[in-house]
């Protein structure tokens, strides 16, 4: 093993060692994810307002979230809440896609580095990648572009909506607590 970086030799092998459907559950989760980056009781206030029924549980240690079926006006997609943090969050999603998921719309409560309005609408263009997991998944990089058709899809449906939003760049993160003033002063300038 050469002295670099470990986590910059990326394997383009999409094979894992374990694979997240390991346990071969027999769920078949509905091709659309939202997934959810909220707390817990806004999922269940949510639930409230639509029809849905529980149809999968993804189990860990500290996480335990169930997965939904939502019918909205004769639609059903996937539901999920989203744990915190990079890892978690892809474990579940890993998992979630093996059981069917396609396309994932992630939204949720989010920070910030300068002072904003509370509930604005942001949309992430971009991604500075300051965490371990998307090394597992993409070539090293400083950034990832985010722009595809689906988040051009998603910008129009909100336009139709009359929403406001902002096209931002955003910082991934394992941990916000041991950022320092440079890398800081960096990113936001």
């Known amino acids: 093993m050469e002295e670099e970086t470990f986590i910059l030799d990326f394997d383009n092998n999409h094979h894992a060692v374990l694979e997240p459907n ?18 817990k009781d806004e999922l269940d206030k949510f639930l409230k ?4 029924q529980t149809i999968g549980h993804f189990k860990t240690i500290s996480f335990q979230p169930s997965v939904y079926e939502v019918n909205i006006n004769d639609e059903k997609f996937t539901l999920c809440q989203a744990p915190m943090g990079a890892p978690a969050a892809v474990k579940l999603l890993d998992w979630l896609i093996d059981y069917g998921v ?4 992630a939204f949720g409560n989010a920070g910030a580095l300068n002072d904003l309005p509370e509930n604005s609408m ?11 997991t998307s090394f597992h998944y993409m070539k090293p990089g400083k950034f990832v572009d985010l722009k595809s058709d689906f988040l051009d899809k998603i910008e129009g449906i909100i336009d139709q909506l009359n929403y406001s939003y902002e096209e931002i760049v955003t910082w991934t993160t394992d941990g916000f607590l041991g950022k320092h003033q440079g890398k800081l002063h960096n990113f936001v300038s």
Request: aromatic share 18%; glycine share 2%.
């Open 122 to 132: 942001f949309v992430p263009v971009k991604a500075i990648r300051d965490e371990g």
């Open 102 to 105: 396609k396309q994932i719309l």
């Open 22 to 39: 390991f346990e071969q559950l027999p769920y078949k989760f509905h091709s659309r994810l939202l997934y959810a980056f909220v707390p």
């Open 49 to 52: 307002k639509y029809p849905h």
